[in-house]
């Protein structure tokens, strides 16, 4: 007996679809998947905000600097000689007129008397062509001489005279340089300084003294070139002594240097002192103290800075739409901790003072209270 073992059914073999078919087939998903999928929705970022309040701040500067005379001179010899005496040193207070030193004058001596035995010689020789000029001129109207010799006798005459009137000019000459050989203080003041010693030969307008006149004193300042940026009151300046605060005095900038000093990068500033007292001396050591004006500042803390491309900036939050926006400002100075905005923000701008690292511009933020 025979056992049939049945076929498995034969497997129809897929004949292959067309491109088009495959494509229809894939687009029909990928169609469904784009209608059912959700736009995505950016999270507003939690940041910490700031409302702008301008201040009116004053800044004070105190530097110090040193009193000086209003007016000073350089005193000096007008002829050369040896220094004979000297009456005065540094510190000491003299009076117009004083005398100050004394060169050897027999030099000068020496020529007072050559001039004057020159004026004498010119006289007797003005005598003689006086004489001769009279005789000449009694002769002429008589008769009894010639023109020529009138003629010549008048210009010896005259010739005598010159010589006169230049040996009495320089006999004024010598005697004028004699008496500069003593140095007398041209004004009242004080020696500041001495360059001369008893012996010491000394060249005809080499400063020998330094004399600071009494009146008005300055207190002079090096201020550094930064501090020109801001807007100091100039008009008002508190003085006081280094070494006693209790000597005070009031002041006001009478001269600004228009040359800066490269090597310190100040500027030389005078203040004329109002009433100085006397215990404020030439030479003291004085602070100087100035406010700036009052200017409307808005101060902000270092974490709000950022920047837009290589300028400062701060993000700002938008009433309207709770979105950031980065805003262009201009620094107007820098202090431990915080900045001071000069330009670019308006009173009441909500500006992002932490959390502003990832923010970009247009996206929604959400902020708790603000900085107390």
Same mark, same amino acid.
């Given at each position: 007996?025979?056992?049939?073992?049945?076929?498995?059914?034969?497997?129809?073999?897929?004949?292959?679809?067309?491109?088009?078919?495959?494509?229809?087939?894939?687009?029909?998903?990928?169609?469904?998947?784009?209608?059912?999928?959700?736009?995505?929705?950016?999270?507003? &970022?939690?940041?910490?905000?700031?409302?702008?309040?301008?201040?009116?701040?004053?800044?004070?500067?105190?530097?110090?600097?040193?009193?000086?005379?209003?007016?000073?001179?350089?005193?000096?010899?007008?002829?050369?000689?040896?220094?004979?005496?000297?009456?005065?040193?540094?510190?000491?207070?003299?009076?117009?007129?004083?005398?100050?030193?004394?060169?050897?004058?027999?030099?000068?001596?020496?020529?007072?008397?050559?001039?004057?035995?020159?004026?004498? &010689? &010119?006289?007797?020789?003005?005598?003689?062509?006086?004489?001769?000029?009279?005789?000449?001129?009694?002769?002429?109207?008589?008769?009894?001489?010639?023109?020529?010799?009138?003629?010549?006798?008048?210009?010896?005459?005259?010739?005598?005279?010159?010589?006169?009137?230049?040996?009495?000019?320089?006999?004024?000459?010598?005697?004028?340089?004699?008496?500069?050989?003593?140095?007398?203080?041209?004004? &009242?003041?004080?020696?500041?300084?001495?360059?001369?010693?008893?012996?010491?030969?000394?060249?005809?307008?080499?400063?020998?003294?330094?004399?600071?006149?009494?009146?008005?004193?300055?207190?002079?300042?090096?201020?550094?070139?930064?501090?020109?940026?801001?807007?100091?009151?100039?008009?008002?300046?508190?003085?006081?002594?280094?070494?006693?605060?209790?000597?005070?005095?009031?002041?006001?900038?009478?001269?600004?240097?228009?040359?800066?000093?490269?090597?310190?990068?100040?500027?030389?500033?005078?203040?004329?002192?109002?009433?100085?007292?006397?215990?404020?001396?030439?030479?003291?050591?004085?602070?100087?103290?100035?406010?700036?004006?009052?200017?409307?500042?808005?101060?902000?803390?270092?974490?709000?800075?950022?920047?837009?491309?290589?300028?400062?900036?701060?993000?700002?939050?938008?009433?309207?739409?709770?979105?950031?926006?980065?805003?262009?400002?201009?620094?107007?100075?820098?202090?431990?901790?915080?900045?001071?905005?000069?330009?670019?923000?308006?009173?009441?701008?909500?500006?992002?003072?932490?959390?502003?690292?990832?923010?970009?511009?247009?996206?929604?933020?959400?902020?708790?209270?603000?900085?107390?």
């Amino acid at each position: 007996m025979h056992h049939v073992i049945p076929r498995p059914p034969a497997m129809a073999i897929p004949r292959p679809m067309s491109a088009a078919v495959v494509l229809a087939l894939l687009a029909t998903p990928l169609g469904a998947c784009n209608e059912h999928s959700a736009a995505p929705v950016e999270r507003p &970022a939690l940041v910490r905000t700031e409302l702008v309040q301008p201040r009116y701040g004053e800044a004070v500067m105190t530097l110090t600097g040193e009193v000086q005379p209003r007016f000073s001179a350089d005193l000096s010899f007008r002829v050369s000689g040896r220094v004979l005496a000297r009456r005065v040193d540094v510190g000491a207070h003299v009076n117009a007129g004083d005398l100050l030193a004394r060169l050897d004058p027999a030099e000068q001596q020496a020529d007072l008397d050559a001039a004057t035995a020159g004026v004498t &010689a &010119a006289e007797a020789q003005l005598r003689v062509a006086q004489a001769t000029f009279d005789r000449q001129s009694s002769l002429l109207s008589s008769g009894f001489t010639t023109r020529i010799a009138y003629d010549q006798a008048q210009e010896q005459l005259r010739t005598t005279q010159s010589t006169l009137e230049s040996a009495k000019a320089e006999l004024g000459r010598t005697r004028e340089a004699l008496g500069d050989t003593e140095l007398h203080a041209g004004a &009242a003041g004080v020696i500041t300084a001495r360059s001369l010693e008893l012996g010491q030969v000394v060249q005809a307008a080499q400063s020998v003294f330094s004399l600071a006149q009494d009146g008005e004193r300055d207190a002079i300042f090096d201020v550094p070139e930064s501090m020109f940026f801001a807007e100091v009151e100039y008009r008002r300046v508190s003085l006081a002594l280094v070494s006693d605060s209790h000597v005070t005095a009031r002041g006001y900038v009478r001269e600004i240097s228009p040359a800066v000093d490269a090597k310190i990068s100040a500027v030389r500033v005078k203040v004329a002192i109002q009433n100085p007292p006397p215990a404020m001396t030439l030479g003291s050591a004085i602070a100087g103290t100035a406010g700036t004006k009052p200017v409307a500042e808005i101060m902000l803390p270092w974490t709000a800075l950022t920047a837009a491309g290589s300028k400062p900036a701060v993000w700002i939050v938008d009433p309207k739409t709770n979105t950031a926006l980065l805003k262009p400002v201009t620094v107007g100075a820098y202090e431990a901790g915080a900045v001071l905005i000069k330009q670019g923000l308006e009173p009441g701008d909500r500006v992002v003072i932490d959390g502003g690292k990832l923010l970009s511009s247009g996206q929604p933020v959400t902020y708790g209270e603000d900085r107390s």
